[in-house]
């Protein structure tokens, strides 16, 4: 509480904002008091948890598509989704914008899909950004290896590029990004750093994001060197983590850390690991007090407007309303809202997307701790 005090002090004062994203820092600068004050009335919300909070997100999660080019292990998108795929349309962006852009710190610019296969992703993320909005987006990188994908990811203003490479030869790279060709991941990293330096723009920063499994672990010592060759901007190493939902073979339980054909992903190392996959025999612990922040700062925008709690929620299993028949203001202020924000603070463990989350396991905080190291290859 006193570290909570101090910031939102040295916020008043200066007007910037600080914190973390997949051990990537992100600093807000200059702000208008506006943001300043709801993002404190947000972080209030966090901590006290009421049904009503007393801000908008500050925070929000948006899904351009739900269409991809890979067929990734444990990812819906390669099982079908249970819900209509498409590409959201610029006038429902520009309504999110207009209705949360003077609340906005931050947009993650991705959920089920690859980002960059709506053709007006780069539109939407210039629009956030003369919004004051930064944007961070992740992407399977295949896009950048043609065309003029490279130049416009830079042009359009986008804060951060994280390029999900879960492999440095094509053998594991395909383990789990099946149809993926590390060849063109490469070339599309390249592609983009080359048009960095063409345009002298520090932005985007990338990212170079290795999710360590069994099959790459071995890979991990050279990761560095190979990550840094490309030119990048930062390399972090993510733990093992799994969708609640997507596979028996790989929810919480003694023996089962195996997916579809048997094979095992669990990396041996724990520091590579989420504490809900049991290590040594020992089950996981249990957090007494959940810190998801979801309810009360993160929501998720499917393509069609679709308004979730989470983005854990891929399936819609728990919709909290749509865009397409309410303001936003009306849904998060709303009754459905207001009860599961009651349930989750009462009952957590109860809650069939809360249950099996990480954030229910002490030490798997999914926004601290999903990451396990970061290096950085340049100054500042």
Wanted: contains cysteine; positive net charge.
């Amino acid at each position: 509480m006193i570290r909570k005090l101090s910031q939102a002090m040295s916020a008043m004062l200066t007007r910037n904002v600080s914190f973390e994203m997949d051990l990537v820092p992100l600093t807000f600068q200059d702000l208008p008091l506006k943001k300043i004050t709801n993002w404190l009335l947000t972080e209030s919300s966090v901590v006290f948890k009421p049904s009503r909070p007393w801000g908008f997100p500050t925070i929000l999660q948006v899904e351009p598509t739900s269409r991809c080019n890979l067929r990734c292990k444990l990812c819906p998108v390669g099982t079908g989704l249970g819900r209509p795929v498409g590409d959201m349309d610029l006038p429902m962006f520009r309504r999110i914008i207009d209705e949360l852009g003077e609340y906005l710190l931050l947009i993650m610019f991705w959920d089920w899909g690859e980002p960059f296969l709506n053709p007006d992703a780069y539109e939407m993320i210039r629009i956030a950004h003369r919004a004051g909005i930064k944007v961070v987006c992740s992407t399977n990188g295949h896009v950048f290896a043609s065309g003029d994908h490279a130049r416009r990811v830079v042009d359009c203003g986008l804060d951060v590029l994280v390029f999900s490479v879960d492999g440095i030869t094509q053998e594991t790279y395909e383990r789990y990004r099946r149809r993926g060709s590390l060849e063109k991941v490469l070339k599309g990293i390249t592609e983009v750093v080359a048009e960095k330096h063409r345009l002298h723009s520090d932005t985007p920063l990338v990212n170079f994001r290795f999710i360590v499994m069994k099959h790459s672990e071995g890979e991990v010592p050279r990761i560095k060197e190979f990550a840094s060759s490309l030119g990048v901007d930062v390399l972090t190493l993510r733990k093992f983590h799994f969708v609640p939902g997507t596979g028996n073979d790989l929810e919480p339980g003694p023996d089962k850390k195996t997916v579809g054909d048997g094979e095992t992903l669990v990396p041996s190392q724990s520091k590579y690991q989420l504490p809900m996959i049991p290590r040594g025999g020992q089950q996981p612990l249990r957090v007494e007090r959940n810190p998801c922040k979801n309810l009360w700062n993160c929501p998720t925008i499917h393509w069609d407007g679709t308004v979730c709690s989470c983005c854990m929620d891929y399936n819609e299993q728990r919709p909290i309303g749509s865009l397409r028949a309410k303001s936003f203001r009306e849904i998060w202020y709303g009754e459905g809202y207001r009860r599961l924000r009651r349930a989750f603070r009462d009952k957590w463990k109860e809650l069939a997307l809360c249950k099996d989350c990480a954030s229910g396991f002490q030490g798997g905080d999914v926004g601290r701790e999903a990451n396990a190291e970061a290096f950085f290859f340049h100054d500042g």
